[in-house]
DNA sequence: GTCTATAAGCAGATAGAC
DNA sequence: GTCTATCTGCTTATAGAC
């Protein structure tokens, strides 16, 4: 079985990229078809599952990439202080500074909120977990901890949200600075 | 000319229900015709540019109930503190206590965000003022009060897209305590 | 593993009767 | 102002050749 012409986590990257820039329902498999290279008959020899597992795969890459990206950093065995900045520096190149959206709000709406719900919720668990339990080591109590990483958490999304609807991703860079 | 069976408003209500429950893409003309009681064909009579003008008219629409429920409040006579409270009031109603997303989270994804960037970043600017002013009256200069007006706004968006990932609201609601 | 061709159905949009 | 019926093109998905 010779390889496929086009590696499959490139192939997930480009998926990534245009469920990002387009939505779930956005994303038709016509626009997948050009963002990656392949043909339409390809990509479901790729998923056989069509649409659906084809953004179920993406989302376990993101998560993938998120966590080598965020989480890692998070779970390092620097100081704190260091980490939380390095953790701000994978947070920005994740996003592109700001230019790409988040799986979690595109893949919540609509339909594909109820098929994805528990992997978004899951994904946002472990983020919170890791900042929260980095923000204990560095002294804050349990309940403190988990609010101000859930605090973080959500000004990450709605940055990401102004950002995009201004078209100004300056909201995006101060509020990476908290 | 007899009158609509259906006030524009009540329309207007349901297209924007039905706008915030599937995004832009996901809203189809079937699902707008079923959402808000009318044939395909009355509602291209209400809105002859189509699905897109339906969309531009909710956005006006829902622009001046936010105006009603949010601005206005914040813009009243009271003291700061108390209108910040009916602000928070008026939010927490205007977002269904978190169920309902926001419109400038869903109509910035895609095609739909090409065409409607101008009208989301001028929401998010008179928001931002109002709020900005009243943070002023209440003692702060004048970039303390852009920063925290804008941070507000920024938390606001990441507590729905973050209710909605999880489907658990007490995000929204602690967050609108702030 | 890739492609072209095509099926079946839904999308947005319109015509014309009432 | 509403409806049914319809058009056209795009949608997801598949068949089968190479």
Redesign the pocket.
């Known amino acids: 079985?010779?390889?496929?012409?086009?590696p499959?986590d490139e192939?997930l990257d480009r998926l990534a990229q245009a469920f990002r820039e387009n939505g779930y329902?956005g994303?038709?498999?016509?626009?997948?078809?050009e963002a990656t290279?392949?043909?339409?008959?390809?990509?479901?020899?790729?998923f056989?599952?069509?649409?659906?597992?084809?953004a179920a795969a993406v989302l376990g890459h993101v998560g993938g990439r998120f966590s080598n990206m965020v989480i890692a950093p998070l779970r390092g065995t620097g100081q704190p202080a260091r980490r939380l900045r390095a953790m701000s520096a994978g947070l920005n190149d994740f996003y592109s500074q700001g230019r790409s959206s988040c799986i979690l709000d595109l893949f919540g709406i609509g339909q594909a909120g109820e098929l994805f719900r528990p992997q978004l919720k899951g994904a946002i668990h472990r983020f919170k977990n890791a900042l929260g339990d980095l923000l204990r080591e560095a002294g804050l109590d349990q309940t403190d901890a988990e609010t101000k990483a859930e605090d973080a958490i959500v000004a990450l999304q709605g940055a990401l949200v102004v950002s995009r609807a201004t078209g100004d991703r300056s909201v995006f860079h101060r509020v990476l600075e908290e």
């Open positions: 079985m010779p390889a496929a012409i086009v499959k192939v329902d994303a038709s498999i016509a626009r997948l078809s290279g392949l043909g339409k008959a390809s990509l479901y020899h790729y056989k599952g069509g649409k659906q597992e084809m």
